[in-house]
Each structure stands twice: as structure tokens, then as C-alpha cells.
């Protein structure tokens, strides 16, 4: 394996991929070229602790470089990939010059979706992926100011908390009747629109966004419904797109995601893909494309001892989180299709609960609100497909943790 294994992205994924390749075994040239100026660092923290000023762009970095050089990992910062050219084995750079590889992991991430209305270039608007993003936006952020955020979502809520915090006067508008609604139960979009009432951020829904207007910078959202909203910043957080333009180019096969197997390879033997770029199968949801750290993470880790010609395929269940103000939200598996909601705890008033998702009676998803162990237990519950009823889920005398306990000393020894 002397040959040079390229990483394409910088990456969350790349920054697990390239040490575990070592690991596996590889000792030729490990290359990751990558289109920011940083080493990969934790995106997470920059809606929360680096927006807020508690964390600074050195304490995001993911590895330290001697890390990298201890495990012979070369970076290329500020370069991007043009094209991948698989007869030859071959990358481009946007400076023309061409590399070679003997492997390809591709690790693109995504970019944000933007919009294109009226006034939408105007200055004091912002999107929000990397650390270029948060450093314009905190330039931005003035005590007694008005910010709006477009769209409800959890990158979105996040940043209202933080702004607010920071002394600012926040609206969210959210298109949908409720926050949150493309991934969780009203139930939980409820509490979250409670919980940001509480502590001074104004949420409107069913709210269309139409347009921005100012001379050269924002001074007015304008609504569908005819609304004017004056304001100092914006900030528009309404999804993300797949970087997978380089794979179809490439002709490797794709479909809202590069299309990977269980080990991370795509269609070409010599190239895989990891992290919130993939479509990948997933033995309790089918196909999915995730976007999250610990996919990335674990995806990377398949990845790697498939470039290095073993099979450890990737089974994790996927897991989130969220924090806003005093809440940690963890989130075990997908809620996709779920029929039923079980709440155990009270939501309506306190700031502690949790909701779980079934589908036909079998547990798929878990959000939990301040309940780091219920979490931990619905992982278990979800991952091992232990039956449990509604009534167990939402009877806060039955402790969770028994019911994985019930299991075992059911089992055969
Ligand atoms: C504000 C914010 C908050 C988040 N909060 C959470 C959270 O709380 N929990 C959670 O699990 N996840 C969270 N996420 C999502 C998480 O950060 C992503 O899932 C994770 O970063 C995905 O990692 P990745 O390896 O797929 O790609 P990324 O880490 O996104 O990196 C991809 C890199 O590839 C680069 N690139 C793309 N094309 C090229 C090219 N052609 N040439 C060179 N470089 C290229 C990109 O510029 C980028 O640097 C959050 C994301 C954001 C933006």
C-alpha cells in the first residue's frame, strides 16, 4: 500500500479518516486537500460556543496539527478539487495542477441552500456553515439590535438562543406551521416555541419570507402576508445540499448523496465517500443520508478499512443533539414514518422530558430533553429492538433502565 491516498474536504470525516488509515495499515502518502484555510474542525460548536465568544477558532480544531505530522498526514488548505478524472487516477485543482492517486475518499460535506429573493445580497445577510460565516455574523452583532432568523430548524434555533444571549432583540420566521416540523413531533416543536417565548425570542409561523430591502444593507424583512420587519442582521438557515458534483462528474453513482455500501465504497472500487455527502444503507432505516458528527465519524472508520481492503461495515444508529439555552437535547435514531408519540414527563411547563417515536409498535426514535441517561438507554432499546409498550415508555415509575434489564435476565444464559 505504498501508493498516495487523496481526501477530498477537509473534513469532520477526513480528520477521523486519515489516522484511521494508519491504523489499518496504509503507509503510503495520505494527502487531504481542502477548500477552507483551516485544519478540520468541529462545526457544532459554531451556532453555539463560537458564536457565543466561550469558544475560539483554535479550541474547534478537531486534531492538533503534530497530530497529523506524528501520523505522516499532509494537508493542501485553501485548494479545491475541480474534477476527478478516474481513468487516470487523477485530481485537479482549481490552479490546474494535477495529483495522483492510488485511492479516493471523497468528503465534501454540504453547502448551505440559499435563496434568491428581492434584496437577498444585501449587506447584514448571512448563511451560516463555516468559520468565515460566524466571524461576519458576529461582526454583525450589536446589544439592542434586531435580528431575524429564516427557518426553524435546529441550526436555526440554536442561533437564536446564542444572539439573544448576546443581547440582541430575535425573531424566528418558520415557514411551516411549527418549528422543527421536518424532524420532530409537534409535541416537541411546542415546547421548543415555549421554551424560546420564555426567554425572549419572538417565533412566527406559517410566515412566508418574500424579500429584503435597504439601501446597501438589510433594513426591512418583507413578508408574504405583507409585513415589513425592521432589522439589523439576518441570518437564513433553511437547509443544506450535498457537495456530490464532483462524484456525478466523475459518473460515480449518486442519488441526493453519493451512493456508498455499508463499507463506504462508492461504485469505483478505488473511491469511497464519507460523511453528510453519502446515501448510505443503514440496517434499521434503509437508505439514508445523514447529517451529523458521529456519522462522519463512524462512516470514517468503516471507510477507512475498506481503502485498506477489509470489511468493517458501518451499522451505528444515528444520533444528534441540540443545545439551547439550558437544554440539551439528544436525539437516538430516526423518527422516518414513526405512527405513534409516547411523552414521558411533563413538557408543558418544565424543561425535562422525553418523547418517543414508534412505528408500529416498535421503538424507532427517541428525543430526550435533559435526560442524558434516557438517551443512552433508547440508543440501546432502539439499536437492540427490545419490545416495549407505550405504557412503560410513559410511566416515569418504570425506571428505562429496567427495561433493558428485564431483557437480560430473560435471556438465555
Ligand atoms: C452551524 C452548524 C451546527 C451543527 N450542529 C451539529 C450538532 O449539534 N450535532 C451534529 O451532529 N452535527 C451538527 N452539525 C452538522 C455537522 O457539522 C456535519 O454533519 C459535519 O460537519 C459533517 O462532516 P463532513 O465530514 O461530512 O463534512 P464537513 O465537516 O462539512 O466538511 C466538508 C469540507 O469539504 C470542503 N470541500 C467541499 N468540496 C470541496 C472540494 N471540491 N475541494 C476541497 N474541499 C472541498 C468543504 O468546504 C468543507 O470544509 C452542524 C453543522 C453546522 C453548520
Redesign the pocket.
Known amino acids: 500500500m505504498g501508493d498516495t491516498c487523496i481526501i477530498?474536504?477537509?473534513?469532520?470525516?477526513?480528520a477521523q479518516l486519515a489516522p484511521s488509515l494508519r491504523q489499518e495499515g496504509w503507509t503510503g502518502p495520505i494527502v487531504v486537500?481542502?477548500?477552507?484555510p483551516s485544519l478540520?474542525y468541529h462545526?457544532?460548536p459554531?451556532?453555539?460556543a463560537y458564536l457565543s465568544g466561550e469558544k475560539n477558532a483554535h479550541d474547534l480544531l478537531i486534531r492538533a496539527s503534530d497530530v497529523y505530522s506524528r501520523f505522516g498526514i499532509e494537508f493542501r488548505l485553501g485548494?479545491?478539487?475541480?474534477s476527478i478524472n478516474r481513468s487516470s487516477k487523477t485530481v485537479t485543482l482549481r490552479s490546474g495542477e494535477e495529483l495522483a492517486y492510488g485511492k479516493l475518499a471523497i468528503?465534501?460535506?454540504?453547502r448551505v441552500r440559499t435563496v434568491t429573493l428581492p434584496g437577498s445580497t444585501l449587506a447584514g445577510i448571512h448563511y451560516?456553515?463555516?468559520i468565515a460565516d460566524i466571524d461576519r455574523i458576529k461582526a454583525d452583532v450589536r446589544v439592542g439590535g434586531r435580528a431575524v432568523i429564516v427557518g426553524g430548524g435546529?441550526?436555526g434555533l440554536?442561533t437564536a438562543a446564542v444572539l439573544n444571549k448576546l443581547g440582541m432583540h430575535v425573531t424566528v420566521l418558520e415557514m411551516a406551521p411549527r418549528v422543527l416540523a421536518r424532524v420532530t413531533a409537534s409535541q416537541v416543536s411546542e415546547f421548543f416555541e415555549r421554551v424560546h417565548g420564555e426567554e425572549g425570542v419572538e417565533i412566527q409561523t406559517s410566515i412566508a419570507v418574500s424579500g429584503f430591502e435597504g439601501d446597501t444593507r438589510v433594513e426591512r424583512v418583507v413578508c408574504a402576508n405583507g409585513t415589513h420587519l425592521p432589522v439589523d442582521m439576518v441570518i437564513i438557515g433553511v437547509g443544506v445540499t450535498p457537495?456530490v458534483e464532483?462524484a456525478a462528474e466523475a459518473d460515480l453513482a449518486t442519488d441526493n448523496g453519493v451512493l456508498v455500501d455499508a463499507c463506504a465504497r462508492t461504485s469505483d472500487p478505488d473511491i469511497v465517500a464519507?460523511?453528510?455527502?453519502t446515501m448510505h444503507p443503514s440496517p434499521f432505516y434503509g437508505y439514508i443520508r445523514?447529517?451529523?458528527?458521529?456519522?462522519?465519524t463512524e462512516q470514517a472508520k468503516s471507510a477507512a478499512a475498506a481503502l485498506c481492503g477489509k470489511e468493517k461495515p458501518y451499522a451505528a444508529l444515528p444520533w444528534?443533539?441540540?443545545?439551547q439555552y439550558d437544554i440539551k437535547l439528544q436525539i437516538a435514531g430516526l423518527n422516518q414514518g414513526y405512527d405513534e408519540v409516547v411523552v414521558r414527563g411533563e413538557r408543558a411547563t418544565g424543561r425535562s422530558f422525553s418523547a418517543f417515536y414508534l412505528k408500529s409498535g416498535k421503538l424507532v426514535a427517541a428525543d430526550c430533553v435533559n435526560r442524558p441517561q434516557e438517551f443512552m438507554v433508547s440508543k440501546r432499546l432502539i439499536a437492540e429492538g427490545i419490545e416495549v409498550t407505550p405504557g412503560q415508555l410513559a410511566n416515569e415509575g418504570i425506571a428505562l433502565k429496567s427495561l433493558l434489564e428485564a431483557v437480560r435476565d430473560n435471556s438465555p444464559t
Do not use: M, Q
Open positions: 477530498i474536504g477537509a473534513s469532520h470525516a477526513a486537500i481542502g477548500d477552507e478540520p462545526r457544532p459554531l451556532s453555539k485548494e479545491r478539487v475541480e468528503c465534501t460535506g454540504t451560516l456553515r463555516n435546529y441550526i440554536e457537495n464532483l464519507v460523511g453528510d455527502c445523514l447529517e451529523s458528527v458521529p456519522n462522519a444528534f443533539w441540540s443545545d
